[in-house]
């Protein structure tokens, strides 16, 4: 069932516009993460979805009715803001109980509901403190807390671990899927980090140029990324590009890098002759072949499990292979390899319009 | 670490020193005058070797004015009293008005409103004197000369503004978005404003109610020339000692001691107000 349906949504200021025409549909429980690079409108997305801002144009559907006209406070949308936004003269319990007090719980309903949640977070010892006595990961838990008291049907969560340390954004990466589905709530949660949008989405939205660029599952966006924009926004390294052209002729379909020919898949073979970007995933990167792609080693940068290395053809193009650093007999700085691309993460993009071309 | 010399120490306490003892030499001066007569208070070399009295004080509080030409009438404490009751009500209907005005020049962006809030403001630096003439005409043929009510309002002028300008700046300073997460979590606008916008604005609700109270008790030339001797308050009430026979320092003294009481307990009583860092660490920065 479709929980939450956004209609050729619209939101500009002045002249300026945010974005234009978004449309997304998520269902009942799902978790729909919104990704995209600062200043791209998450943020106004989920307040418009709040109703704490109106949109331009367009329409937001909440359990298949137009919420155009209903005020934020009968949404039945939880939010979990960025800067926390804790009520600062309320102590945690207190901030905590504010939707259930709102609702008109009883004062037994409202502790129980506090405790509840708050045990859930991790974060009954510190229920008595103000605000500004808590830690900055009690303090997004408090948020959380906050948002998830009231049971709502649609949860909104913009980049709640943005502010805390790096250990507990990992343990959050791992809690967070199985605490929001416990939840049942339908998610929409917004992040800059493809690592937290991986781990925790159903689907991904990536929100770019005031559009979504590309909706899929995690998989998909990854494995079959709509733009070399998209491509560029997920992995890390980031996959390595570089400015050629197609061509055919009987041995089969080609790129032409760093001088030296590659060979394509034969599917291409209908986008013969067009300025193209090549694009490869340093993961897909092989150097241990003997023939291929000749390159010289330039640097070598362990990163725990992966290393990552720097490479140079005799031309000139540079591009990195990220090997897992268990592999046997990682080439030292100097060396001179061959470099194969695997298939599955060589991906040929449109160079004027960045969209992939489908071989 | 400390890196403070026992020379810097021994500067800054003189140096603190210094400072009390030049703002607060005038008041102890005043209070020690209001324990003497005339006599005392005016030989020369001042001295402070006198026999205290209370007389300046029961002759405010009784009203009764004995000089060298008699006796005469003095209604202090008349005087006192609509101190209190103009500048505690001006302040009440400036916060009443001015608070809501304040939230919304802070938080809505309308036709105009720049220069509404900066007229507003300007009533404060225009000289007293400039608006007196014809508002003395107004309020004749309105029929509010020498009444509370048209006091009041004209007491306006001092205390909105201050109180619209200071409040707007620590509505300013709320996060939206703690407003935001209130009604989102399922309460409406105004209980928004009264739970979370008032009480967080209330250490600046404090300081501009307290200026304002200052502020008005403070005037002199409104009430001097738009009210008649039993709506004066002190300020203008203090030239009664002023008198035939000479000027009478013991009371004027006296005087003065009584009428900073009130604003000096007040301040006192608000300063907890005043100091602020509540909404500190609820937003991060």
């Not at chain 1, 799902?30 to 367009?58: C, D, H, M, Q, Y």
């Not at chain 2, 006091?151 to 109180?163: A, D, E, G, H, S």
């Not at chain 2, 008649?228 to 000027?247: E, H, N």
Request: hydrophobic fraction near 50%.
């Amino acid at each position: 069932m479709t929980q939450l349906s956004i209609t050729s949504l619209s939101k500009s200021y002045g002249s300026f516009k945010v974005f234009d025409g978004l449309n997304l549909e998520a269902k009942a429980g799902e978790i729909v993460v919104i990704f995209g690079g600062s200043g791209t409108g998450k943020t106004i997305l989920l307040r418009l979805i709040a109703g704490v801002e109106e949109p331009s144009s367009g329409v937001i559907a909440i359990g298949g009715h137009d919420v155009s006209d209903i005020a934020p406070e009968h949404r039945g949308v939880g939010m979990a803001f960025q800067n926390f936004a804790l009520f600062p003269h309320l102590s945690a319990a207190e901030n905590i109980a504010t939707p259930l007090r709102a609702a008109g719980a009883a004062e037994d309903k409202v502790k129980a509901g506090v405790n509840k949640v708050a045990k859930l977070l991790k974060i009954d010892h510190v229920l008595t403190h103000a605000p500004r006595e808590l830690s900055n990961g009690q303090k997004q838990r408090t948020a959380l807390a906050r948002a998830l008291a009231a049971e709502p049907q649609i949860l909104l969560l913009d980049d709640p671990l943005r502010n805390v340390d790096a250990k507990l954004r990992f343990e959050m990466r791992l809690e967070l899927p199985r605490l929001l589905r416990q939840s049942g709530a339908t998610v929409l949660y917004v992040t800059q980090d493809y690592k937290e949008a991986m781990a925790l989405a159903d689907r991904i939205a990536v929100l770019a140029g005031g559009k979504f660029v590309q909706t899929a599952t995690p998989e998909d966006i990854y494995m079959r990324p709509a733009t070399l924009g998209v491509a560029r926004l997920f992995g890390d390294p980031s996959i390595n590009t570089a400015e050629t052209s197609l061509e055919a002729d009987g041995a089969g379909v080609h790129v032409t890098l760093g001088g030296t020919r590659v060979q394509v898949a034969a599917d291409y073979k209908a986008h013969a002759g067009e300025a193209v970007t090549f694009g490869v995933r340093p993961e897909s990167v092989d150097v241990s072949a003997d023939s291929g792609l000749a390159a010289e080693v330039v640097a070598v940068t362990p990163l725990n499990e992966r290393t990552v290395l720097l490479l140079q053809t005799p031309s000139g193009w540079e591009f990195l292979a990220s090997l897992p650093s268990s592999a046997a007999d990682i080439p030292e700085p100097g060396a001179k390899v061959f470099a194969r691309f695997a298939e599955a993460g060589t991906h040929i993009f449109d160079r004027q319009t960045g969209e992939r071309l489908h071989g | 670490m400390d890196h403070t010399s026992t020379f810097e120490k021994t500067l800054r306490g003189v140096l603190i020193t210094l400072v009390l003892v030049f703002f607060l030499f005038p008041i102890v001066w005043i209070f020690l005058m209001s324990l003497q007569t005339n006599e005392t208070i005016l030989r020369i070399p001042p001295s402070l070797a006198f026999t205290p009295i209370i007389d300046n004080y029961t002759a405010l509080i009784t009203g009764q004015l004995r000089t060298a030409a008699g006796s005469l009438q003095l209604n202090f404490m008349q005087n006192m009293f609509n101190s209190v009751l103009l500048s505690v009500c001006s302040v009440a209907v400036s916060l009443v008005l001015g608070v809501p005005a304040a939230y919304a020049f802070a938080r809505f962006k309308f036709r105009l409103g720049e220069d509404i809030a900066f007229t507003l403001l300007s009533f404060r630096f225009a000289p007293a004197l400039l608006v007196l003439l014809p508002l003395s005409l107004y309020f004749k043929s309105l029929g509010l000369t020498n009444t509370y009510v048209g006091l009041i309002w004209v007491y306006q002028l001092i205390c909105l503004p201050l109180i619209l300008w200071i409040v707007r700046g620590y509505f300013e300073d709320i996060s939206p978005d703690i407003e935001h997460a209130y009604r989102i979590a399922g309460n409406s606008w105004w209980q928004t404003f009264r739970k979370i916008s008032i009480p967080l604005a209330k250490p600046g609700i404090a300081a501009a109610g307290l200026l304002a109270f200052i502020f008005a008790w403070n005037n002199f030339v409104f009430a001097l020339i738009l009210a008649s001797a039993d709506k004066q308050p002190v300020t203008v009430g203090a030239l009664a000692f002023v008198t035939a026979s000479g000027i009478q320092y013991g009371q004027i003294a006296a005087a003065i001691i009584i009428s900073i009481t009130p604003t000096l307990a007040l301040a006192l009583y608000a300063q907890r107000y005043l100091v602020e860092g509540l909404s500190m660490g609820a937003v991060k920065g």
